[in-house]
């Protein structure tokens, strides 16, 4: 009877079984398909896979990564973190959040992630902000989208907030929980004034999103 390693329960026979060695190399290569690194070449080839494992991993040569099997779906070993900048001021005299700047060109600063398998990402905002009025402030939030459904709204208590004429560099951090893991959502920033009556200046803008393990 074939018995099995104690460590990762590899099969191997006894001297009792029946003379086959095809059979029981056959067993130990299908035992061990599943444990080994596999090498694909894209993501494509990798979510083709049959059958995969709870703990599979692979090597994926574009784009150059590896990926683990969570049991539902195949995520990076190490993701990485998205970035955007974007230097080019724009202003807006909205007192509700709005994505667009007027005069800012460039980048529109969607940061396009994947949820990782805890639903958790931490994510950082900020910019140099001023007001056009001493006592009005300028605010920079962020709205986290999957498709076109929003699953985190722009607060001010998840903004930069600038109060004055001074250019102020500032930012905020906070995390995003109850994400899908494997699914693809969008963070986008929004901007707004204190009051109609100010016009709010966001330059050198940045958006940052890092998963949570």
């Known amino acids: 009877m074939v018995q099995l390693t104690p460590l990762s329960n590899l099969p191997y026979p006894q001297p009792t079984d029946a003379a086959n060695v095809p059979l029981h190399v056959q067993s130990l290569a299908q035992a061990l398909d599943g444990r080994t690194v ?9 979510n083709s896979v049959a059958s995969p ?4 991993l692979a090597w994926v040569t574009n784009p150059g ?10 995520h990076p070993v190490l993701p990485s973190p998205v970035l955007k900048l974007n230097a080019v001021a724009g202003t807006t005299t909205s007192a509700t959040y ?5 005069g800012s060109t460039g980048d529109t600063m969607v940061a396009a992630f994947t949820a990782p398998p805890s639903g958790t990402v931490i994510i950082t905002v900020g910019a140099r902000v001023s007001s056009s009025v001493a006592t009005a402030s300028g605010l920079m939030s962020v709205t986290v989208k999957q498709g076109t459904t929003v699953t985190s709204a722009t607060a001010d208590t998840r903004a930069a ?13 906070f995390q995003i929980s109850g994400l899908t893991g494997g699914v693809a959502y969008t963070a986008t920033p929004a901007y707004r004034s204190s009051v109609t009556t100010s016009t709010a200046t966001f330059a050198n803008r940045f958006l940052r ?5």
Do not use: C, K
Request: hydrophobic share 45%; glycine share 6%.
């Open 38 to 46: 596999l090498r694909l070449a894209t993501t494509v080839a990798l």
């Open 98 to 102: 709005a994505e667009a700047l007027t």
């Open 209 to 213: 999103v890092d998963p949570v393990h």
């Open 53 to 56: 494992v709870t703990g599979m």
């Open 65 to 74: 990564r590896y990926y683990f099997y969570t049991g539902s779906y195949w």
């Open 161 to 173: 907030i600038s109060v004055g004429t001074a250019q102020n560099s500032v930012s905020t951090v």
